[in-house]
């Protein structure tokens, strides 16, 4: 009851009869046994999450009103077990569940297993100081209950599947955080075909530097295009905007990004001219100098490095 | 678009997540737009340097539009709207209208339909089709007139006043005949924009196709049922071939039309066995009794404007046309007009008799005549691609033709089946395999020591789920022992 007074803190300025019940009476709360009080409670802890503390009656209202508040009554009514809303949520989530499993695990057993195991995660098969434990618990309302699922399914995916390097695509883009795939590749190209010139260090300041200057939905922009592989379409999903806003952003941003690098290399000192060429130099050379550089501490020119990178190679196999 | 450099990608690589992983509920609101401002940046900031994120993020929002949030139990609401409105939009985050601006693009391209059909009638207003027609001037008007449109197919009062409407326009028909040509589009005008919008729906707007092709119908399905019948006699005969194997795939493929009345459904069975087995359709429809034969003209109808069209084209807009039609029309033609049309029909050197169940269906019938990529061989055959290169699936009996999406960026040029797996490869050396019938369907980038397969792939063949090759370019032949895992090129 304390706590209650306390949560109800976070509504100073909304009277009784204010918004709180205003938000209550729209949603299905009594239906699921949830009295004015509960809801409210619920309410604040979700304000107290994400709002800073203190925050104007006004913005708290705001922001309940963007919140999915049916659908937050609904999850939180099943983590407190009503029957009715289990009922309800089956009926609606259930098979959706499975099907967006599916989609994203794109094969029949390894979907179901996956849904299973969110099920039970949702249901709240385990218990914690004897109360059951249910993920939806976590579930706040401020986006919608069907994304959320597809967002839990995602990162369960995830968090097996990729940890375990199993690569749904036979597409030779590997994702970018593991280095050891393609580092093998650039070392059998680099005793192939030597560069003739090191590359200028210069140059890789420079791109960092550029690189840091760039808004992060820039950076994010590119990663997903660059690294990741992703297609225009994809990426303006995983934004929700539209296809042709990405295309857009993207050209004008690999354009600025391009002339960045170049001011910036200008500014180190190279020439206008060299600053030109390195962006057009072969790209395999620089990348796998680049990269076998980034990777030891010593930067020594390139020739030199190949020899080393071979004596190396050599004592190592004679230590074993 | 101009590319970043290689050594600018490596350094975006090598930046480190600095702040911790996104919880799956703020991951959700940021891809829904819910976050506020300084929130979405965070999210955007850690996006751009976790990729595990950016997967997650991508895998959670992936076809995406096929998922539209469905009010189930009356979610929606205020809710949702109120927080569009009250919160400032972040930088990249405009709403996406996609299913919105296609919409409103078929919309136009039927209003265009519509009133170049109004026009071609030179002032004999059809009273009930165009007040109809123009009524309807929003997408959702038109989506009611097109349900009411169906929904009225049985009842009578409708039906006479189509008759009536139907009527009216014969003394048109004449006007008609001077469009038609060998082989060659005799279709109206206004169907002729009508291919690009099919098949260029997103994938979710597959019901909403239906609803735009109804529209067209209910202007165009009179004039197609009273084309011609003397059409050009020769073009008929030029394509009797095709329409012969046209109508053999759709039977083997759909079986029995769905019709309301079961004598029609009965008698479509058999007619365009006996249309098929005979090449001879005036037999055909001679020996079928009235009910057959009014069904038959209902699709004839749509039919026989369809037999000079090699186009995909006119094709489209026909089969479009026979779509509907083929409740309202033969509902109607049935109770008003059976004796006049019998006479039509037989006086007519052929008939087409598709009758398709859907106007996708039919307009994929029409693809596949018309020279659409059919699978190779393979009876009542599920897969083909669209003119626009979007792959379609009809998994037959009773279910309806869908655009199957893959990824929405590749223009396909050909797709295969094999028990249940499915390869389409498109431009670009674009291969995609699906291991179970197209629900899922996974990149494959054939290469070898020389590089990737980047040209054309033209032509996917496979002896079963293991041992294929595709023909790509110019007499490029990759071929597979493993299902596509690995891959050599001839």
Same mark, same amino acid.
């Given at each position: ?201 210069? /140059? ?117 | ?401 869908? /655009? ?37 369907? /996974? ?48």
């Amino acid at each position: 009851m304390a706590e209650a007074a306390q949560t109800a803190g976070a509504f100073e300025g909304l009277p009784e009869t204010g918004p709180g019940a205003a938000f209550y009476a729209r949603t299905r709360a009594s239906r699921y046994g949830l009295s004015l009080a509960d809801f409210e409670q619920i309410l604040a802890s979700v304000t107290g999450k994400y709002l800073p503390a203190g925050c104007a009656a006004e913005e708290t209202r705001q922001f309940c009103a963007s919140l999915h508040l049916d659908e937050l009554v609904l999850a939180r009514a099943c983590v407190a077990a009503n029957e009715k809303a289990w009922e309800d949520f089956l009926t609606a989530y259930r098979e959706k569940l499975y099907d967006m499993a599916l989609r994203i695990a794109r094969e029949q057993s390894a979907a179901r297993d996956l849904a299973d195991s969110i099920y039970a995660e949702l249901y709240g098969l385990s218990e914690r100081d004897g109360v059951r434990v249910s993920k939806l618990a976590s579930y706040t309302g401020r986006g919608s209950l069907e994304g959320w699922l597809r967002t839990v399914l995602a990162q369960e995916y995830v968090n097996r599947y990729r940890k375990n390097k199993r690569f749904v695509s036979l597409d030779e883009a590997t994702e970018g955080d593991d280095g050891e795939e393609r580092r093998s590749v650039p070392e059998l190209r680099a005793r192939e075909d030597a560069p003739a010139t090191a590359p200028d260090p210069r /140059i890789a300041t420079a791109t960092d530097e550029a690189l840091a200057r760039l808004p992060s939905e820039e950076r994010f922009i590119l990663a997903a295009y660059y690294l990741d592989r992703r297609t225009l379409a994809q990426i303006a999903e995983m934004l929700n905007v539209h296809e042709s806003t990405i295309s857009r952003k993207l050209e004008k941003l690999t354009k600025t990004l391009r002339k960045q690098i170049v001011g910036h290399m200008t500014q180190l000192g190279m020439s206008r001219r060299q600053a030109e060429e390195a962006m057009g130099v072969d790209v395999r050379d620089l990348e796998i100098d680049m990269r076998i550089r980034l990777q030891d501490s010593d930067g020594s020119a390139f020739p030199k490095r190949k020899a080393n990178s071979t004596n190396a190679e050599g004592r190592k196999q004679n230590d074993e | 678009m101009p590319d970043i450099p290689k050594f600018a990608v490596d350094r975006l690589r090598d930046r480190k997540a600095a702040s911790a992983h996104p919880e799956a509920d703020v991951l959700n609101a940021f891809s829904e737009n819910a976050l506020r401002e300084s929130e979405h940046a965070q999210v955007f900031a850690h996006l751009s340097e976790c990729a595990e994120c950016r997967d997650v993020l991508a895998l959670a929002t992936q076809g995406k539009e096929e998922q539209v949030l469905e009010p189930d139990l009356a979610f929606v609401g205020r809710d949702v709207m109120v927080a569009a409105s009250a919160r400032p939009v972040p930088m990249l985050a405009q709403p996406r209208f996609r299913w919105a601006t296609l919409r409103w693009g078929a919309a136009a391209a039927c209003a265009v339909v519509v009133s170049a059909a109004v026009l071609m009638y030179r002032g004999s207003e059809p009273a009930g089709l165009k007040r109809v027609a123009s009524d309807a001037q929003t997408p959702q008007d038109r989506e009611m007139v097109a349900d009411r449109l169906r929904a009225q197919g049985g009842s009578k009062e409708s039906a006479s006043r189509e008759a009536l409407d139907l009527r009216e326009r014969q003394p048109q028909v004449e006007s008609l005949k001077e469009n038609s040509r060998i082989g060659g589009s005799f279709v109206m005008p206004q169907v002729a924009t009508r291919p690009p919008d099919l098949p260029v729906a997103s994938p979710g707007s597959k019901q909403y196709l239906k609803k735009s092709d109804s529209m067209a119908q209910a202007s165009g399905t009179a004039t197609h049922r009273d084309s011609a019948y003397a059409d050009n006699d020769k073009a008929k005969r030029l394509d009797e071939p095709r329409l012969r194997e046209r109508v053999a795939a759709y039977e083997a493929q759909n079986g029995a039309l769905k019709n309301e009345t079961a004598t029609g459904q009965t008698e479509n069975r058999t007619v365009p066995a006996t249309v098929t087995a005979d090449g001879k359709d005036q037999t055909g429809v001679r020996t079928a009794d009235k009910a057959a034969a009014t069904a038959v003209a209902g699709g004839a109808g749509a039919g026989a404007g369809n037999a000079p069209v090699a186009a995909p084209g006119p094709s489209d807009a026909v089969a479009s046309a026979a779509a509907p039609a083929e409740q309202k029309a033969q509902a109607v033609l049935q109770k008003t007009a059976p004796a006049k049309l019998n006479d039509e029909v037989q006086s007519s050197s052929e008939q087409v008799v598709v009758a398709p169940k859907s106007a996708l269906a039919s307009a994929r019938a029409e693809n596949q005549a018309a020279g659409g990529l059919l699978v190779r061989g393979r009876q009542g055959a599920e897969w083909s691609v669209t003119p626009v290169g979007k792959i379609e699936h009809s998994p037959g009996a009773g279910e309806p033709t869908e /655009i199957v999406p893959i990824d929405p960026n590749v223009e396909f040029l050909t797709v295969t089946a094999v028990g249940t797996s499915v390869w389409a490869g498109g431009k670009g050396g674009v291969l995609y395999n699906s291991p179970d019938s197209g629900a899922r369907w /996974i990149r494959v980038v054939p290469q070898d020591e020389k590089g990737r397969l980047s040209s054309d792939v033209r032509q996917i063949e496979f002896d079963d789920n293991q041992h294929g090759q595709i023909v790509a370019g110019k007499n490029e032949v990759w071929s597979t022992a493993d299902g596509g895992k690995s891959w050599k090129r001839k």
